[in-house]
């Protein structure tokens, strides 16, 4: 059975910082490309930021560049993102997403609450 679970959100200040985990379990987690999305409320589902499966290669969104970092554990099965100096407009429910490219296979989670507030 195919498992994603996301944890570390919360509630934090602005400016303050986030740790962001997802689990992977029932697939070869070192086969998948590996990434972060978001959804604020009343707001398309965005793209954060990406890991290659031997985490090599990261891409981000323009407006995370600089203070969010993502990486990945293979031997743990779990993708992470840092975020650092977060800001109001970070506040979403963030998915981890495994894709492979090559059978075209996505899974996700179910999110984790980010809310950033004073």
């Known amino acids: 059975q195919v498992q994603l679970v996301e944890s570390g959100g919360g509630l934090v200040q602005p400016g303050g910082s986030l740790r962001l985990s997802c689990a992977a379990s029932?697939?070869?987690?070192?086969?998948?490309?590996m990434t972060w999305y978001r959804q604020a409320p009343g707001q398309e589902r965005e793209l954060v930021a990406a890991?290659?499966?031997?985490?090599?290669?990261?891409n981000y969104a323009d407006s995370v560049k600089g203070r969010f970092t993502i990486s990945r554990d293979n031997a743990k099965n779990t993708v992470y993102l840092q975020m650092n100096s977060l800001k109001p407009e970070d506040t979403a429910v963030y998915y981890c997403?495994?894709?492979?490219?090559?059978?075209?296979?996505?899974?996700w989670g179910k999110g984790t609450l980010v809310t950033v507030s004073p």
């Open positions: 997403n495994a894709h492979r490219k090559t059978f075209r296979i996505d899974y």
């Open positions: 029932g697939f070869t987690f070192s086969r998948y490309a």
């Open positions: 890991i290659q499966n031997t985490g090599d290669s990261t």
